[in-house]
Nanobody
Framework: VQLQASGGGLVQAGGSLRLSCAVSDRRVRVNDMAWYRQAPGKQRELVATITSGHNTNYADSVKGRFTISRDDAQKTVDLQMNSLKPEDTAVYYC?????????????????WGQGTQVTVSS
């Protein structure tokens, strides 16, 4: 089971970008999903989370500008980023907690996407 990220790129301050992550195995049940980011020289930080019940939570630094959403049928999680600032520049990572039941075997894990670069120029 893997997470495949897409989106990202270079944008001017005030612009918008949309990131997306897709779970590779449609058989899984996906629980919490989230986006993190890591800027150069800094620790990875939580950006936004969304539960299986679609409850969301955001870092104070992105509230009102970013929106996390998920499509349970497609097993994807998106991050819509508006009013981008240079300080939003980072590598963005998605993650997901999943459970897979096959032939009585239960597999549960947290997986990470490969990271996608977001660069906001001033």
């Amino acid at each position: 089971v893997q997470l495949q990220a897409s989106g990202g790129g270079l944008v001017q301050a005030g612009g918008s970008l949309r990131l997306s992550c897709a779970v590779s195995d449609r058989r899984v049940r996906v629980n919490d999903m989230a986006w993190y980011r890591q800027a150069p020289g800094k620790q990875r930080e939580l950006v936004a989370t969304i539960t299986s019940g679609h409850n969301t939570n955001y870092a104070d630094s992105v509230k009102g500008r970013f929106t996390i959403s998920r499509d349970d049928a497609q097993k994807t999680v998106d991050l819509q980023m508006n009013s981008l600032k240079p300080e939003d520049t980072a590598v963005y990572y998605c993650n997901a907690d999943y459970v897979l039941v096959t032939d009585g075997h239960v597999e549960a894990a947290r997986i990470w996407g490969q990271g996608t670069q977001v660069t906001v120029s001033s």
